[in-house]
């Protein structure tokens, strides 16, 4: 069955660092991936969209990689700050060939910045 | 601001009794996705619709049920809630199936007695 893994549960940096976060994936061949901020007690928030034919995507400080070869999307927080504290999640889509739509989340890495 | 509102926030209910959980949208997209997320899990998708078309995950339990009456409304009923429901309930949508973005609600935090 297919699976998602967000390298640990939580990620402590320093402010100004930079901030990598991994989701591996196994046994499917998504056509697209998502990242998503939660805060606590809230709905995740949409960041990036990378599709197989893409390695890598940027959005202001975050920079997102997609190895269909290794399985695996990389998130990147350059000068990181404490406001970006928060869980992270990748999305994988489920339904390859299919327009669904349909996502499957990790579990998420907490990633937690201090001064 | 268009966006994606779930009533309530917060919802306690007995243990058996039944509970409805509303989620709004002013975004006039076509999906509407519900998700379960347990504490420190990952959002689990239970159910959505495109358009009127209902789409059920096939290990969602018989227990949860979902209605949209039009484009900007959808319930998530549980017909009889047990422990192991308690959760944050997620309504998100999106404007077409494929790999658009979805758009999450705030969440309606469930505790049963």
């Known amino acids: 069955s297919q699976k998602i893994e967000q390298n640990s549960e939580a990620l402590n940096i320093q402010e100004g660092k930079t901030a990598t976060l991994t989701c591996n994936y196994t046994?499917?061949?998504?056509?697209?991936l998502q990242w998503y901020r939660q805060d606590p007690g809230r709905g995740p928030v949409f960041l990036l969209l990378?599709?197989?034919?893409?390695k890598e995507k940027r959005k202001e400080r975050l920079k997102v990689t997609f190895d269909t070869t290794l399985k695996q999307s990389l998130f990147h927080i350059t000068a990181s700050q404490p406001a970006d504290s928060a869980t992270y999640l990748c999305?994988?889509?489920?339904?390859?060939?299919?327009?669904?739509?349909?996502?499957?989340f990790g579990r998420g890495t907490q990633l937690t910045v201090w001064p | 601001d268009a966006m994606v509102i779930q009533n309530p926030r917060y919802q306690v209910t007995q243990f058996g009794k039944p509970v409805t959980l509303s989620c709004s949208q002013t975004?006039?997209?076509?999906?509407m996705y519900w998700y379960q997320q347990k504490s420190s899990q990952a959002p689990k998708l239970l159910f959505h619709?495109?358009?009127?078309?209902?789409?059920n995950e096939a290990d969602t339990p018989d227990n949860f049920q979902s209605r949209r009456p039009n484009t900007s409304f959808c319930f998530l009923d549980i017909r009889s809630p047990g422990l192991g429901d308690a959760a944050m309930y997620l309504c998100?949508?999106?404007?077409?199936?494929?790999?658009?973005?979805?758009?999450f609600g705030p969440g309606t935090r469930l505790t049963v007695l």
């Open positions: 998100a949508t999106s404007r077409d199936r494929g790999s658009d973005t979805q758009y």
């Open positions: 046994n499917y061949s998504p056509a697209y």
């Open positions: 990378i599709r197989e034919n893409e």
């Open positions: 999305a994988l889509d489920r339904d390859r060939g299919s327009t669904l739509g349909r996502l499957y």
């Open positions: 975004l006039n997209h076509n999906v």
């Open positions: 619709y495109y358009d009127k078309d209902f789409n």
